[in-house]
């Protein structure tokens, strides 16, 4: 019993020590029209913007897993898009958390 007991906080002390990373990820779909070339993401608590999410493009109709490391920044973040014609769209207070693992749609 007391063996057990011993292993049991010792592992309760492990995972406490162990670093934590909060990551939000979800699964962006362009529906736009248009061929979407940028995307940043900020925490709405901040004042600019961070870098450029994206490696590529998502074209219309494509899918990109996009994972934003929320740890120390909370869920609710500013997304904002650039389009292949110029275009910028801008959304604000978006819950990265609340939509972790799920679809995220571009329209």
Known sequence: MNRTLVLLCTAV???LAAPTFAEGSFE???KSGYTITEVYAGPSNESSWGPNV???QILHNETLVVTLDTAGYGC???LKYVF???DVFEEFEVDICRIDGQEYTIE
């Open 76 to 78: 609710v973040w500013d």
């Open 28 to 30: 962006m779909v362009n």
């Open 54 to 56: 994206l490696s590529g």
């Open 84 to 86: 292949s014609d110029g």
């Open 13 to 15: 002390s492990l995972a």
